[in-house]
């Protein structure tokens, strides 16, 4: 089992930068793709950013310039960076894994991200 666990979500005025950082254990292998999706109210789940084992990094174009998704394999743990926050970023996070060779991948629990205008 993959137990993936959320940090650092809040409120933040529009301009402002948060960090999100997940946490996964159990059988993740030691290559494995972890990202973040985000689901705002009323529409789908979408990528934000992703990172494989060797930090090949994908961003969607909503949120380049602006985040910056990293990892620390040591630790297991993916961070996101966001900084220059607008109030469309207002969603719930997701934090995401995909071990090497697994088809559905696992998600965490999620964490609230508010921008005020």
């Known amino acids: 089992q993959v137990q993936l666990v959320e940090s650092g979500g809040g409120l933040v005025q529009a301009g402002g930068s948060l960090r999100l950082s997940c946490a996964a254990s159990?059988?993740?292998?030691?290559?494995?793709?972890m990202g973040w999706y985000r689901q705002a109210p009323g529409k789908q789940r979408e990528l934000v950013a992703h990172?494989?084992?060797?930090?090949?990094?994908t961003y969607a174009d909503s949120v380049k310039g602006r985040f910056t998704i990293s990892r620390d394999n040591a630790k297991n743990t993916v961070y996101l960076q966001m900084n220059s926050l607008k109030p469309e970023d207002t969603a719930v996070y997701y934090c995401y894994l995909r071990p090497a060779g697994v088809v559905i991948g696992y998600w965490g629990q999620g964490t609230q991200v508010t921008v005020s205008s």
């Open positions: 159990g059988s993740i292998g030691s290559i494995n793709t």
């Open positions: 990172i494989s084992s060797r930090s090949t990094t």
